[in-house]
Structure formats: structure tokens, C-alpha cells
């Protein structure tokens, strides 16, 4: 009796278990059925396309298909169709013997960046390519030397495009990147990088020298996205390296973790964002001159330079911007911005960050209100996020058709199609 009354409760104990197992399995979060990411409630991922290339910047066709830019060659082509089927995408046609970042749909064109250059192809009636082999060249001779060559590319609705020209330095130094040197009087960099440059997207065989500097100061942005609520180019910049490294007199290791904020700008022609002479602090929230032009963490920068709209905490690399103009996410999102965060190399001590996607809300054509993380979980394990080893980053943001969105990974060459469900 007594052995028949223990196997009874051992029985017992074991049905509560798996009962106790399987309600903890059922009521947890489906990180599978969301390859791996975190996301608000009602919201779902799927993994459609993976191994395909490192992906930078990608677009999506009224048609549902996905064009998308890679790093580097995959079998001497550059550019990517991928047509979807359901939660699958797959590579339809690749072409285009140069890699790059940027990449855009408008007025019956895709126009795609490589270090050095734009090119388009002219589309048919579906948006498919008419002849991948023969690009027409656009703009020529863009600057690339060495550090921040990545040209991102944003098309207004008036004909124009804009192309970012990325500082060949870190802090302007007279040595770059050298304990101590001192900025380059007059920042000649300035002159021929730094900054967005403006050109005809109608035009053919523009030279860079034909383009207009259409703001400068910027160290180098990835991100752009043009805001059709107040018809304005916004940008994402990266901010500066290695503060304790260079100036250890004035900065401590946690503070060079921290500083200088990611900046997000909205740009007007002939705006001066203020790199190399100052960075934003997003802790004292405010404009502070660069140590390398006499700064010392404290002095409050008085020159002229245009503030940021939104600061977010530094060195998390923001590569990707879109301003979500859909219907199938909630209300809040409407015109409000997406920013992908590739992730840092720059933080330690402090653990590596970034790694995600976030949410910025906007009201009237501004931000309005703090910021959240949107979509989380890329770079795998939070050991590895830490020591900043991300088995995914994302690097490029699409809206689709009917309003979902799509993330590009450009180490694995994954893409994300993030959707909701009322």
C-alpha cells in the first residue's frame, strides 16, 4: 500500500511536470516563429531570404518583389531580384558588375550606388529591369578613399538626388586617428567630402564636380530617407571615434563608450551639421567642441551648426531610415521613423550595443517623443552581442506594398519581413 501510494505521487509529480512544462512551452514566446526576434505584441517575422550576400540597402516593388544591394560581388553581380512567395523569397536574376549600398525606385528607374558612382536601369511596366547589362551612368568620380566609401542614395519628388560623401577621416586630425594630433586648420576635407551632395537624377554623365554640396558637416551618414510630411532629406549620422584613445586627458573610457551621440538631422539645402568641430553630447544635451579643435568635454561649441533632431546613444552605427507611410501597422507608426542600428565596435569597456531596429515616433514632421526598441534579438545570444561577435545586423529598411517591413541583414545575407496582425 505504502509503495503503491509513492508511485502514486511519483506519478502525480511527473503529470504536474509536463503539465507544468507544457504550459510554460505553450505561454512562452515563439522566438522561432519570429526568426529569433523580439517584437511588440500583434507584430510577426519571418526569415524569407538567407545566404544570399552581404545585403546593404534594399527596396520593394509595387509588385511585392525585392531589389536589393550587396557589399561585395556574388558571382561578379552587385544587385539582387528576389521574387516572394509567401514567407520565401528567392533570387530571381542578379546583375550589375559593381557593389555598393544604395538603392531606389522612382519614376520608372532603380537607381543603384557603388563606391565611386550611381547608375540606373530603366524598368518596364512590372518594375523588372529592361536590360540588367547596360546601366546608365548617372553620376561618376565620387570620392572614395579609404574610410566611410559607402554611398547611400535618396531620390526627392522633384527630380533630384541626393548622395552622401563620407568624411576620409575621423576627426579631420593632421594624423588620423593619431593619440594627440591636432585638427587640420580649415578642415579641408570639407571641400570635397563630408557631407550630402546633390545631383539630376534625370541627367546622364554628371561628374561628381557638377554636383552641389547641398549640406556639409556630416561625418558620414548611411541612413536617409526623405520625409514626405514636410517634403525635407533626413539623415542618420555617425558620430565620432575613439574620444579616451585620442584625448585620455579629457575623457575616461566609460565617457568615450558613450559619446558621441547618433544623430538623426533634418537637412535643408546649405545646412552645416558641424563635423569635425563639434559633436552632439546626448547626456548634457548639448552642441560640445571637439578636442581635437581645442575642446575638452566641457567647452559648449558656439559656431554655427544646425542641431540635431533626435540624439541616440553612440557608436550603435545607424545604417538604415524609413518613414513608415503604410496601413497595417497600429496608428502610432504612421509617419513615424525606423531606424536600423548595425551595432558598435567602439564601446568597450561597456558591452557592445546596438544590433536592432527602433522605433522613433513623429508628429508634424518631427520626432515627438522617446524612442523604443522595435525589433531586437539579431544578433543572437546576449554574450555574443556583448563582445560584439552579432550573428545578424541589419543594415537596410524597405516598406513593402501592403505595409510591411523588410530588414536587411548584411552579414549572414538574410532579409526580414516584418508583419501585424489585428
Known amino acids: ?48 531570404a538567407e545566404n544570399i550576400g552581404g545585403v546593404r540597402h534594399i527596396a520593394v516593388t509595387p509588385q511585392n518583389e525585392i531589389y536589393a544591394r550587396l557589399r561585395g560581388l556574388e558571382n561578379g553581380k552587385g544587385t539582387l531580384l528576389l521574387h516572394q512567395t509567401g514567407d520565401k523569397a528567392t533570387v530571381k536574376m542578379s546583375f550589375g ?12 528607374y532603380l537607381y543603384a550606388s557603388s563606391d565611386e558612382a550611381v547608375y540606373r536601369f530603366k524598368l518596364n511596366a512590372k518594375d523588372e529591369v529592361i536590360d540588367p547589362n547596360k546601366p546608365q551612368l548617372v553620376v561618376s568620380g565620387l570620392i572614395a578613399r579609404g574610410e566611410h566609401e559607402p554611398k547611400a542614395i535618396c531620390l526627392d519628388n522633384a527630380g533630384h538626388l541626393y548622395v552622401n560623401i563620407g568624411a576620409y577621416s575621423n576627426a579631420c586630425q593632421v594624423k588620423d586617428r593619431t593619440k594627440g594630433s591636432p585638427g587640420q586648420k580649415g578642415c579641408p576635407i570639407l571641400d570635397s567630402a563630408a557631407g550630402i551632395w546633390q545631383f539630376s537624377a534625370t541627367k546622364l554623365n554628371q561628374h561628381y564636380a557638377n554636383g552641389i554640396r547641398y549640406a556639409t558637416g556630416l561625418r558620414n551618414v548611411v541612413g536617409m530617407d526623405w520625409n514626405t510630411q514636410d517634403n525635407q532629406l533626413f539623415v542618420m549620422q555617425h558620430g565620432r571615434d575613439q574620444l579616451h584613445d585620442l584625448f585620455p586627458q579629457y575623457f575616461d573610457a566609460k565617457q568615450s563608450a558613450e559619446l558621441p551621440a547618433e544623430c538623426m538631422y533634418a537637412l535643408k539645402k546649405g545646412d552645416n551639421a558641424g563635423w569635425p568641430y563639434m ?19 566641457k ?86 552581442k556583448a563582445k560584439g561577435s ?30 501585424y496582425k489585428r
Not at 29 to 36: K, L
Not at 280 to 286: A, E, G, T
Not at 355 to 367: A, E, I, S
Open 97 to 108: 558588375n559593381f557593389a555598393g549600398t544604395g538603392i531606389g525606385i522612382k519614376n520608372g
Open 299 to 384: 567647452k559648449v561649441y558656439t559656431g554655427n551648426a544646425i542641431n540635431p533632431v533626435a540624439a541616440y546613444p553612440g557608436h550603435l552605427a545607424p545604417d538604415g531610415l524609413l518613414f513608415y507611410t503604410g496601413n497595417q501597422f497600429p496608428a502610432k507608426y504612421k509617419n513615424g521613423a525606423f531606424i536600423a542600428f548595425h551595432g558598435s565596435w567602439n564601446r568597450a569597456p561597456e558591452p557592445q550595443a546596438g544590433y536592432f531596429v527602433v522605433f522613433q515616433p513623429f508628429k508634424n514632421g518631427r520626432p515627438s517623443g522617446k524612442w523604443e526598441v522595435f525589433a531586437d534579438g539579431f544578433a543572437g545570444n546576449a554574450e555574443d
Open 279 to 297: 559633436y552632439y553630447d546626448q547626456i548634457q544635451h548639448k552642441k560640445i567642441q571637439m578636442p581635437e579643435y581645442g575642446g575638452d568635454g
Open 390 to 419: 552579432a550573428m545578424h545586423r541589419p543594415c537596410g529598411l524597405a516598406q513593402g506594398p501592403d505595409g510591411s517591413l523588410y530588414v536587411s541583414d548584411d552579414t549572414k545575407g538574410a532579409i526580414y519581413k516584418i508583419t
Open 1 to 48: 500500500m505504502k509503495k503503491n501510494t509513492l508511485g502514486t505521487i511519483l506519478l502525480s509529480s511527473l503529470a504536474l511536470a509536463g503539465i507544468t512544462t507544457l504550459f510554460a512551452l505553450k505561454n512562452a514566446p515563439d522566438e522561432a516563429a519570429n526568426a529569433g526576434l523580439t517584437l511588440p505584441a500583434g507584430f510577426h517575422a519571418a526569415m524569407i
